[in-house]
């Protein structure tokens, strides 16, 4: 005891050091910070550029020391040699470059994940620092060498507990990272190499998104020169989701991935409906690239007749054959259709110049061409003419015409039946969704820019330049300052905002032709193959994180496959990794989602789990005089998912945050249940406890009502899933179903009147 006592002592005095390191790097970066903002934006634009980027460094390098205060140092490998090697979340060294620390991701700590007893890599022993806030409270041992254990029994053999105990921990409302657990399987995956695509297949609660976030810190690290540039792109399967796991690279040491949803991956575009399964299906269809080239096309036409107008007295002619070989000539510069539109004007100008020309009886002077072909451009029914054989439009504009226009449709998409177009039918101004956003893109890789915007903003920005100088010329003139000490240049650049430059993240994220260095993709399966184009479009490289579980796909227009999801756009370009160890979901909960998912005939992965947790399964019939469709059945169902919502509530949910009762029902039940729920709540677990329950937001919420569709990606302490028959005759089908039996750490409800699906326990 003694022994272990004097080990906990030692490891307090190195984390001590440790963390006074951190403290002084965290002084110096603000120091710094703060030096550079004090000198503000002057000289010349090249100084303030290298101000701006210091600036961006410092601010950058503090934010990432900020974010790894908490297991700041989690682990420790004595070496054959004698030494000894701390593991952490970010390197560290003194300042004669010393290392106190080393970076979780460096090929020295691979070995704290990888060595074994038969493959210890140089490792005696592997020490896990169990640590509350700067506080070292235990410490776990694996020793990998029999041959020196410690004599006086200070080291304890123990090899999961730390893993179990992080499984243990109450759930809250964001997602820990798993850096100080990381196990084989994972590891591997997190550092594959860089090129390709890496899929990686697993069944619930086998670590998919941990591991993509690990993987994609890593190779941040491993890869920076590459990836810093062009940046990291995460996609997500929506919002709360995303919300829900964004401390986890910051905690990792890096901040700087774009995160964003398919519906929010168009900048200018907020997708905020969401279409039915037949019409999401039709929308993710391969077809659509086709047809959106062939509603570009319809925008370049041949008028039906010439068009006859006057200038200055002469008649002149838009011949239909002049336009069908302008609309030819600006075709083969393959620019998209709005930039290739300036060729076909020219094109048309010069031609219709030359008429003119020759109705005055030769060549014009370069002055007089240029003043005619000025004319021209201006006159009304050449504007009118070159316009409807060549249109600009915006991607918004094209597509909202296929779904508005039933004749632009079937123009541009022969392929799909009446019935099916229909179904796409919708009002103009109708809301966008989801589904729309991959054609909006497709439509916009076809369009390209229409430069009219961008002139005008330059325009714009010169006179505002040109107002600052001006301004700048009066203040020296009014105070006599000129006298060659400063001009009105650097004056007028002292007005300017001086903020930092965007980052890479701030700049791609607002530019829809970025292109990443790196892809992530969480709960892939539900992409459509038009969104997989969409992606693919960003990474040139086809350098990809693709994780998901094909037994998980809820959408219509998703993968039952990943041959058939992604052969179509990467070719042969991808390769598998499968996780197989469900750390999460406890072994009877695991098990029984397996048989139920198998009798359904889903395609689910090979699954074991980790561990066995008592009472995990509990089923709840609700016994009525009725039928269960009836509104009795109705409420007597209500009236035990309360009563089990209170007492898993009293259980596991802490008045600290910490702790997690989610209410998964289908979606046409699931808002009744929300509202029951929050009037029984103050008479179940007391006025005070409902109310500040109340008061969270929704996605702080210790005791949410979901659909299936909601919780995908998330985990909870406890789950009453109700009426599990029900959520399988959802839109999601089956695989709905599977989602929600799969979420809870510690225990699944289910609450059913009517039977439970073939493969369901007890």
Do not use: C
Not at 502 to 528: F, I, K, M, N, P
Not at 577 to 594: C, G
Not at 598 to 613: D, H, I, M, N, Q
């Amino acid at each position: 005891m003694a022994g272990r006592q004097d080990e906990l002592a030692h490891e307090q005095d190195v984390v001590d050091t440790l963390y006074g390191r951190l403290d002084e790097l965290r002084r110096r970066a603000r120091r710094r910070l703060g030096d550079v903002r004090r000198a503000g934006p002057s000289g010349s634009p090249q100084n303030r550029s290298e101000r701006d980027a210091f600036a961006t460094l410092y601010e950058d390098r503090a934010a990432q020391l900020d974010a790894v205060e908490d297991r700041l140092a989690f682990g420790r490998l004595d070496l054959e040699d004698g030494t000894a090697r701390y593991v952490g979340r970010i390197g560290l060294a003194d300042d004669e470059q010393r290392s106190l620390l080393t970076d979780w991701r460096a090929p020295a700590a691979e070995a704290f994940y990888r060595a074994t007893a038969l493959a210890p890599a140089g490792v005696r022993r592997r020490r896990h620092l169990v640590t509350a806030g700067r506080r070292v409270v235990g410490l776990e041992d694996e020793l990998l060498d029999l041959d020196h254990v410690d004599p006086d029994g200070a080291a304890a053999l123990s090899g999961e507990g730390a893993l179990l105990a992080a499984l243990a921990t109450r759930r809250t409302g964001r997602m820990g990272d798993i850096v100080a657990t990381i196990q084989a399987e994972q590891d591997r995956i997190i550092r594959s190499d860089l090129t390709g695509a890496l899929v990686v297949q697993g069944g619930p609660g086998t670590g998919k998104t941990a591991v993509a976030l690990h993987r994609a810190a890593y190779l941040l690290y491993a890869h920076r020169r590459v990836l810093e540039r062009s940046g990291v792109l995460l996609v997500g399967p929506s919002r709360s989701f995303l919300r829900y796991i964004d401390q986890v690279l910051p905690s990792l040491g890096e901040t700087g991935v774009v995160s964003t949803t398919v519906a929010e991956l168009l900048p200018g575009i907020r997708a905020t409906a969401v279409d039915e399964g037949p019409v999401a299906e039709i929308k993710g269809r391969l077809l659509w690239a086709e047809a959106i080239r062939r509603a570009v096309r319809a925008r370049e036409r041949i008028p039906a007749r010439d068009v006859r107008f006057r200038l200055d007295g002469r008649d002149l002619v838009v011949r239909r054959r002049d336009v069908r070989e302008a609309i030819a000539r600006a075709r083969r510069t393959h620019k998209p259709h709005n930039e290739a539109r300036a060729t076909f004007v020219r094109d048309m100008l010069a031609r219709l110049a030359d008429q003119y020309a020759r109705l005055e009886g030769g060549e014009l002077t370069p002055e007089d061409r240029a003043v005619v072909l000025e004319d021209l451009r201006a006159h009304r029914d050449v504007r009118v003419a070159l316009n409807l054989a060549w249109f600009p439009i915006t991607p918004e504009k094209l597509v909202a015409d296929l779904f508005a226009k039933p004749h632009r449709l079937a123009e541009a998409a022969p392929e799909l039946t009446e019935d099916e177009r229909a179904l796409l039918r919708r009002d103009p101004g109708a809301p966008w969704t989801e589904s729309d956003v991959p054609l909006l893109d497709e439509a916009a890789e076809l369009l390209g820019e229409d430069d009219s915007l961008a002139k005008a903003e330059a325009r714009a920005r010169a006179a505002e330049r040109a107002a600052e100088l001006e301004y700048a010329r009066s203040v020296l003139e009014s105070t006599g300052a000129g006298g060659g000490l400063v001009d009105a240049e650097t004056l007028a650049s002292r007005f300017e905002s001086g903020g930092p430059v965007l980052t890479t993240a701030e700049r791609a994220a607002a530019d829809r032709t970025w292109t990443y260095g790196h892809v992530v993709v969480d709960e892939a399966q539900e992409l459509s193959l038009m969104a997989w184009r969409m992606l693919v479009r960003r990474v040139p490289t086809r350098s990809l994180t693709i994780v998901g579980d094909v037994a998980q796909t809820s959408s219509a227009a998703g993968a039952r496959s990943w041959s058939a999801a992604l052969t179509p756009v990467l070719r042969d370009g991808w390769r598998l990794e499968e996780l197989t160890v469900s750390y999460r979901t406890p072994a009877e909960v695991a098990d029984t989602a397996q048989r139920v998912a198998k009798a359904a005939g889903l395609p689910v992965s090979p699954l074991t789990a980790a561990r066995e947790v008592p009472d995990a399964l509990v089923t709840v019939p609700v016994r009525s005089a009725d039928d269960a469709g009836t509104a009795a059945a109705t409420g007597a169902i209500a009236s035990a998912v309360i009563a089990e919502v209170a007492a898993l509530a009293r259980e596991f949910v802490g008045t600290d945050g910490a702790g997690r009762v989610a209410v998964v029902a289908a979606d046409r039940r699931a808002g009744g249940l929300r509202d029951a729920v929050a009037r029984a709540l103050p008479g179940a677990l007391g006025d005070a406890e409902a109310a500040r329950l109340a008061a969270q937001r929704p996605e702080d919420a210790q005791v949410p009502v979901l659909t299936p569709r909601e919780t995908k990606g998330l985990e909870f302490d406890a789950v009453v899933l109700v009426e599990p028959a029900e959520v399988a005759e959802g839109a999601g089908g089956w695989s709905d179903l599977y989602v929600a039996m799969t979420r809870p750490t510690q225990r699944l409800v289910a609450v059913h009147a009517r039977p439970l699906p073939d493969g369901f326990a007890g």
